[in-house]
């Protein structure tokens, strides 16, 4: 039990601390080289990042839920679920500017920027999910 514990925790944490990262300084520097390289920098970072983030949220919701349905403190749903809402959130609300963002055909600056702004304040959403997630994880700990 408590190597699932220590698996869901570590996921919904490094999921949520990424996120910030990437909230908080990755994509304010990013905005700040301009659009072409802000671009750029965007498609490097996420083909390495996307594969990291969407492997902590799933562990993370599939940690959670087993831990609740194990120990019926339903923090650790709420947990789960809030981090894992950022797995459908990404696909439905993000993708479309990730595609955009990454498609290698031209894109004007002011679109480039549009879209680097769009995805900044989706990505906040994300930021947010994880650290509801962290916290219910947190919580659920105290609850023992």
Known sequence: MSALLA???TSAVMFATWALYVTLVEHPARLEAGAGPGRAQFRSSYRRAAPWQASFALAACAGGTLTALVTHVWLWLA???AVGAAIPFTLVAIMPTNRALLDGGPLGDD????LLRRWGRLHAVRTLLGAAGVAACLLALAQG
């Open 111 to 114: 679109d480039a920027r549009r």
């Open 7 to 9: 698996v869901t925790v």
């Open 79 to 81: 947990g789960a679920l």
